[in-house]
């Protein structure tokens, strides 16, 4: 329960709750979509295409007649899946190398910073159209894509907070025990340096949604009919000056969506005091 009291205390925050309020309006958009969506989201009606917002179609039709309000609730599963499957991999992967770069050292240390640096050095965006030109297109390349895009950072965060503890005391003491490296890694280094990267990958999330949504954009994304924010503000700007909803809606739900998440984010931290915490350190 202790491990939930900054959560509370940033929900409790005037910014914490409404961003925590939205954020799960939109996980319960996400998962529970087939219930809350009034339409079948890939069913056409041409003859109902670009209907302006009503009572029937209350964020209007695309140019396909697909009713917009259902395509962008389960556009929403599209973009929180990726984002949070490629996120949630790529903090394990960089919790792992940064730990192990940093408590090891040495020419392994000096391989992984090397490429960490070499990838930190590009935009991520640029990295996630490499890789996919390489993959192929796809919800599955993107995730894959967004996951590697975001390594470097969470490597470097992981290796520079395992760098500050592995001379601490309790370490010392743990290896005089005879406890193994990966013990100590695992067990008493990792656990002690979890929090910054948890809210680092919660905080990345949100530009995953937006790396998404612009591979979407591109087409490289999800792929006709699955809905994607950013395939929806792509086919809208055709519509630009006939149906402008198509464009408006889908970016209102990125723009609320990512902000939401950077908002709790913040709140999180200065719940957890880890910006006083990381100039301690």
Known sequence: MAALDPIKTAIRSPRGGASAAVLVLVVACAVFAPLLAPYAYDIQNLPAANTEPGGTHWMGTDEFGRDLFSRIIYGARTSLTVAVSAISISVAAGLTLGAMAGYFGGAFDRAVT??????????????????????????????????????????????????????????????????????????????????????AGMLATGDAIILEATLGFFGLGAQPPTPSWGAMMSSGTAQIFIAPWIIIFPGLAIAMTVIAINLFGDALIEALDIRNRLRSS
């Open 114 to 199: 090397a490429v960490v640096d070499l990838t930190w050095s590009f935009p991520e965006i640029l990295i996630a159209l490499i890789l996919i030109a390489i993959i192929g297109p796809g919800l599955q390349s993107t995730m894959v894509a967004i996951s590697i895009a975001y390594l470097a950072q969470f490597t470097r965060l992981t290796r520079a907070q395992i760098m500050a503890l592995k001379n601490e005391t309790y370490v010392e003491a743990t290896t005089n025990l005879g406890a193994g490296h990966f013990h100590i890694i695992f067990r008493h280094l990792l656990p002690n340096a979890l929090t910054p990267v948890i809210v």
